[in-house]
């Protein structure tokens, strides 16, 4: 078992920085390759950007290049989301989930999710 535990979201204005955290418990975290998803009221959930085990490769969705940054820290069992230049249109639920297979933008791939962070953007 792996608990997924997000922070850092909030309340922000378009043009602001954030970045999330989620922090890993349970079995070895350098196993999963971890991603990010999103969900924004009404919509169905959206991937963001995934991160192999090692942190060596990244996948990012196209809507989101530029601006997002996946991160790992295997030594502090956390993954981060760096988001730059904020949108109206990011305000969202954002999920961490852990799979066991290779870093991938299907949710159904993800063994693990955790119970998402709030990011409300004003414009």
């Known amino acids: 078992q792996v608990q997924l535990v997000e922070s850092g979201g909030g309340l922000v204005q378009a043009g602001d920085s954030l970045r999330l955290s989620c922090a890993a418990s349970?079995?070895?975290?350098?196993?999963?390759?971890m991603g990010w998803f999103r969900q924004a009221p009404g919509k169905e959930r959206e991937f963001v950007v995934s991160?192999?085990?090692?942190?060596?490769?990244?996948y990012s969705a196209d809507s989101v290049k530029g601006r997002f940054t996946i991160s790992r820290d295997n030594a502090k069992n956390t993954v981060y989301l760096q988001i730059n230049s904020l949108k109206p249109e990011d305000t969202a639920v954002y999920y961490c989930?852990?799979?066991?297979?290779?870093?991938?933008?299907?949710?159904?791939?993800?063994?693990?999710w955790g119970q998402g962070t709030q990011v409300t953007v004003s414009s």
């Open positions: 989930a852990a799979t066991s297979a290779y870093y991938t933008n299907t949710p159904l791939r993800y063994d693990y």
């Open positions: 349970g079995r070895t975290f350098s196993s999963y390759a």
């Open positions: 991160i192999s085990r090692s942190g060596d490769r990244i």
